[in-house]
Structure formats: C-alpha cells, structure tokens
C-alpha cells in the first residue's frame, strides 16, 4: 500500500515524550551540574555522618561564638556548637520538607485537579473556588496563622510533629496552584474524540482519568514541582527564621539563621554559613526545574 | 462503481438496529448557580431508521444537521432526550451499568479526524488492546498483542508497527488503526462519522474500499456520515438526507441519487459533479440561498421553507411528515414531493 510505504524512513524505535525529553537533557550542562549537587544534598542529608563526625548537639558554652579555625571549619556558634556539623545536619530537614512537600502537593493538587476536570459541575466549581480563597490568602501570613494555630498549641511537640505540620501547610497553601494546572491539562484532553472512543468502548471513570487524562497532566506537573522544591525549601527556612516553623532542638538551615540573626555583625559568620548552603540548594533545584521545563515545554504546546 | 444492489443484505433479515423517534435537545442554560433553561439546541429532532445485518445507511447533510449527535447516541456517548435505540433488539436507553458495556461489544464508531482519535502518548498496541483490557473476559492477556497484530494485518498495516506511536502514521493510516481498534470486539455495527472527510482524496478511496472489504468479510453494518452525497453514493444501500436534525429524505441509492424528491435533497444533488458524463440528465447546479437557520429557534412547519424556492402558504403551517407520497416511491418530509423531472433553479 502506498501510504505504508511513505512513512517506513522514520525511526523504528518507538519514541514518546520521555525519550525525547531525555535526550534533550543529557545534552545540557546545566541540568548535570544541578543533578551532582542536588545527589550531594541528598547524600548530606540521608547521611550527614559521612561529612562530619562531630555530633552537632554537644556544645561546649565556654567557647561561645569562636572563629572559624582548621579544628572547627565554620566556627563555634553561641552555645559552642560545630557550626560545620550543624550545616551538614541542616540539610536533611530542610531535604525532607522540600521532596515530602512537594510530593504530596503534586499528587493532591493533581488528583484534585484531575477530578475537578473529569467530575465538571458542582465539584469543579467547589475544587476551583476552593482553591481560589486559599490562593488568594498571602502565602506567609496564611502559613503563619496556621502554624501558630496548630503548632504553638503544642510547643512540646516533637520534630517529626513539626515536620510534618510544616509539610501540611506548605502543602494545603499550594495545592491549588498544580490543581490549577492539572485541571486545565486534564480539561483539554477530557472531550478529545480519544477520550470518546474510550467511553465508547466501555471506559470507566478510573481508566479515562488515569489512563487518558493523567498522562497529559504529567508534564506540566512535572514542571511545575521541580521547581517547586526550591520554593518550599525557602519558605521552610523563612517559616523557621520567624520562629513558626522548625524550631530546637530540630537542626535546620532556617533555624540557625534565625538563631544567628541577633549577632550578625559581631559574629557573620554564623549567618554565612548556613545562608550559602541554603542559597545553593535552592539554586539547584531551581536550575534543575529549569532545565527539566525546558526539555518537557516544546512538547506541551 | 460497486452497484449497491450486489452487497445488499436479505430483506428479510432482522434488524440490528432499530432507531424510533430519537430526539436530542441540548437545553440553552444561563446562570451558575440558579440554572435557567432559555429553550433548547434541536440538535436531533425525530429520527427513525432500521438497519439490517451487512447492510450501510449513509446519513448526509450540511454542517450542524445534527449527525454527530446521531452518531453519539447510537453508541450511547450521549443520552436522547426521547426516543428508543434497539441494538438486537435490546434498548440501550433502558440498560444498566452492565448491560451498556456488554451493549458497546456491538456496536463501535469510527471518527472524523484521525489526528485527535487516538491517544499520542499510547502505542499503537496499547490502543488496540484497549478494548480487550477494558472488556477483560474477551482475550486472555497472552493472546491480546498477536490479536493486536491480526488487526494491524486486517486492517492494511504492517503488524511490525505495533510499538509505533501514532504521530509516526499518515492520516490515512491512522483512520486504519481507528478502525483496527473499533473492530477488536467484533462488533456487528460500526458508525462512521465523516470517516474520510479530513483525509487527502487520494486516500479517501482507499479508507472506503478497506470499508468495504470489512463489510463482506465480517458482516458488518454500517451507518455512515458524511456532508456529500457523492462521499456515501459508492458505499451505501440506503441514503437519508439530514436536515436541521430531521430526516427529509429517505431511499435507496437510485431513489435518492436518480429520482430525489425534497428541494433540499436535489440541492444537494446538483453540487455532486457527475460521476459519468454520458447517460444522466444534465442537472442544472441549484444554488441555496441564505444560512442554514439556528436549530435553537427552527422555522414553523416545514423547517426548510426558509431557503426552499417551492414553498408556499402550508409550508409555513403544517410540518411535512416524512412519508412516501403520490408520484413518488420512496420517503420525502416534503409537501410537495416529487420526481426528478422538473428541477428548477430558484426563482
Ligand atoms: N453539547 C452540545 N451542547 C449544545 N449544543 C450542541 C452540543 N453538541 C452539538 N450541539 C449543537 O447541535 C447541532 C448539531 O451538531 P452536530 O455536531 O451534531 O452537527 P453535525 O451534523 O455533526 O455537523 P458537522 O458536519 O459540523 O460535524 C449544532 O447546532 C451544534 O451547535
Ligand atoms: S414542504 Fe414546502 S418548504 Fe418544505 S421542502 Fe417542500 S416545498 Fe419546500
Ligand atoms: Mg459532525
């Protein structure tokens, strides 16, 4: 047949959006140097022992706000701590409220999002507005009040309490904005004659919304929560430099930024510190992000 | 040119699809929360039609006569607003759950453009399989790729392709792997809305004839859409012409294509450019004056009297039921129906 026969030059290897998207990354310096320092982050934070041994807890008071010197690299802060070990040991925090929030807030908001385009009517209307309101809160004073509602309550909480009630805000204050997202990607596939033919051949809701729908939110979401990490690891650190999110006995970059904060200028150092680990790991999530929109973006139209 | 009568099934075999009275109106809303309706769209109107076993209705008629809707219905994407839809019999407006999935083993569609009906991040493979996943108890999940693979064969295509994802395939090719996929549950009826329409006319011919091959070797019926007489004129037994939701003309392929009765029908008729020169009546071109009216708000009685060059008084008044009348054999919603001989032009 003739029609077969002009289309056999192109390749025989089946390609979809991945591959191409793949092939698009491997090429770029940009998207490598992030991956090495996001790894080293990780690493940092799934085992801090390997960078230090030095426990971040023992403090020795007499030696209160020492220089950096070759025995302690990033000086000793107030109570005499490691300010080295207590970096080290801040990343993991500051890790887990990033990819744990993250996580969750795509997949709620996608879901969400999803469901608000497939289910139309009052359900699309409660999602949206719902999500409206929340957005229309200020991110940090939303987070604020909650975290003071829920958190101060309990100021004998434990970390992975706070933890976990920092990742709920962060969470329930941005899922709207990938709901926002998935349900339009969801919106513009959902009347798409694929999508009838699944419904001719006897699709149910789980098929059509997982099978056909969620593929076409993928990318976007995708997009959107790489750089989202970033955002979150931030506003972890903002949340806990203003005394509502982390706070000691958790070792975390927000939290020695903020107990530094008093002595900025007799002892900068302390601040230095932990802010460039912060700065880096942001910047790195954030050329990560970048690279990954760039490589999915031509193929979302 | 295949002649109709050759493929035409035994008359007196059963319907698998009995159509009655089938109506679809899409209310016209205003409002978010305190929803008012302000009418309704007619978008279907009173359609009846049988269809035999190996046997092809085409449907014709301009844009927005109501065909896709038609088309939704009969494979219950949308439900009538009244009116019955018997597959063997069985009414799949008054099915359960699972009833309306055992219903779609028996009758699936083919659609107008090839480039959105499949799914771009699924494989050619997965889209075939499908159905079978859907309907699980069809096919063992050993057997379902080489069934993938049979399909790909009937169908014209290279079964080697199965990994292929649709943006490898011309459009013409992609209709093929459409059609593979409405074929996978043996259905008995398939639709085909506008099959062709968007694909090259070279290709067109070919997509037909595969059409037609289907037909005899799996027995099966078809209605089939199209916006063009001369479209549905090789594959047809039965033609009905569209308008404003209605049925207006209804005959075998010389009654409608030799001796048309409805204005509107021989309107049509006559923008079809002769397929032999020699040996048919020179037609004069009709020209149709005005818009096709809004199916919101459709004309009084006869719903074509506002473009028709023969209407008079009772075209206004009294609707034209579509039935055979004096002077003619076959179907016509037309006060006035008649034979071929006096086509005029408008006035
Ligand atoms: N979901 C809907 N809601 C409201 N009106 C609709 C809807 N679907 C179709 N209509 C209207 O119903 C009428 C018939 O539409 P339909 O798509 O069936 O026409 P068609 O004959 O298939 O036209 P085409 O040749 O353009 O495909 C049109 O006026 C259309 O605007
Ligand atoms: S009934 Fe009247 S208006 Fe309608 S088609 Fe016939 S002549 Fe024309
Ligand atoms: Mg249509």
């Known amino acids: 047949m003739s029609e077969q026969l002009a289309q056999v030059s192109t390749s025989t290897r089946p390609r979809g959006l991945w591959d191409d998207a793949w092939d698009e990354l491997k090429g770029r310096p940009i998207f490598w140097i992030s991956s090495v320092l996001i790894l080293l982050f990780i690493l940092m934070a799934a085992f801090p022992t390997l960078f230090t041994r030095v426990d971040p807890h023992v403090a020795d008071l007499s030696r209160s706000m020492e220089e950096p010197s070759a025995e302690h690299w990033f000086g000793l802060d107030r109570q005499g701590r490691d300010v080295f070990a207590r970096t080290i040991h801040g990343a993991r925090a500051s890790i887990i409220v990033g990819l744990a929030a993250t996580l969750v807030t795509t997949l709620i908001g996608g879901l969400l999002g999803i469901l608000a385009a497939y ?5 699309d209307t409660l999602i949206s507005r719902l999500g409206e309101i929340l957005l229309g809160l200020p991110f940090v004073l939303g987070a604020i009040i909650i975290l003071t509602t829920f958190a101060g309550a309990q100021s004998g909480a434990g970390p992975a309490l706070v933890i976990t009630l920092v990742v709920g805000t962060l969470t329930l204050l941005s899922w709207p904005l990938v709901a926002r997202i998935a349900r339009s990607a969801a919106y513009s596939v959902k009347h798409a004659d694929y999508v009838q033919a699944a419904r001719a051949l006897g699709a149910g809701p789980f098929r059509i919304m997982f099978r056909h729908l969620l593929p076409n939110v993928m990318a976007p979401v995708i997009v959107y929560g790489s750089l989202m990490v970033a955002t979150f690891i931030s506003a972890e650190a903002t949340l806990s430099f203003l005394g509502v999110g982390l706070r000691p006995p958790v070792v975390s970059w927000g939290v020695a930024i903020s107990e530094a904060g008093d002595y900025i200028r007799q002892a900068f150092f302390l601040t230095a510190f932990p802010t460039a680990f912060l700065c880096v790991t942001v910047l790195a999530f954030v050329m990560l992000g970048d690279a990954i929109r760039d490589a999915l ?3 979302l139209r | 040119m295949t002649q109709s009568g050759e493929r035409g099934p035994a008359p007196s075999a059963e319907p698998v699809l009995e159509v009655r009275d089938l109506v679809k109106h899409y209310p016209i809303t205003r409002g978010i929360l305190f929803q008012r309706s302000y009418g309704a769209v007619q978008a279907v109107d009173g359609v009846s039609f049988d269809l035999r076993p190996g046997e092809t209705l085409g449907v014709v008629g301009e844009s927005g006569s109501g065909k896709s809707t038609l088309a939704k219905m009969l494979i219950g994407l949308e439900g009538p607003t009244s009116g019955s839809i018997k597959v063997h019999g069985k009414d799949i407006t008054e099915l359960d759950r699972r009833g309306a999935k055992r219903m779609r083993r028996d009758i699936q569609m083919i659609f107008q453009d090839p480039y959105t009906s499949l799914n771009p991040r699924m494989t050619v493979g997965d889209i075939i399989c499908e159905p079978f996943e859907i309907h699980g108890d069809v096919l063992p999940s050993s057997e379902r790729r080489g069934r993938a693979q049979e399909l790909l064969e009937v169908v014209g295509l290279n079964p ?12 013409g090719q992609r209709q093929r792997i459409g059609i593979a996929r409405a074929l996978a549950l043996r259905p008995s009826i398939l639709v085909c809305d506008e099959p062709v329409s968007a694909l090259d006319v070279s290709i067109q011919a070919q997509v037909i004839n595969l059409l037609i091959k289907l037909q005899k070797e799996f027995g099966l019926a078809y209605v089939f859409i199209a916006h063009d007489l001369s479209v549905v004129r090789h594959i047809s037994d039965r033609v009905s012409v569209m308008y404003l939701g209605r049925f207006v003309e209804s005959g075998t392929d010389t009654e409608i294509y030799d001796h048309a009765s409805h204005p509107y029908s021989q309107a049509l008729l006559s923008a079809v450019p002769n397929p032999t020169p020699v040996g048919r009546e020179s037609r004069q071109r009709i020209l149709l004056s005005g818009d096709v009216p809004s199916p919101a708000d459709p004309p009084s009685g006869c719903r074509f009297r506002t473009r028709c060059w023969k ?12 039935t055979v009348r004096p002077g003619s054999d076959h179907p016509s919603a037309c006060h006035f129906a008649e034979g071929p001989l006096e086509v005029g032009g408008p006035r």
Do not use: M, V
């Open chain 1, 297 to 299: 973006d031509p193929k």
């Open chain 1, 119 to 123: 289910l139309g009517g009052w359900a």
């Open chain 2, 160 to 171: 080697e392709h199965i990994n292929r994802y649709p943006h490898q395939f011309s459009g």
């Open chain 2, 311 to 322: 209407a008079e008084e009772i075209c206004s008044t009294d609707d034209p039921e579509l």
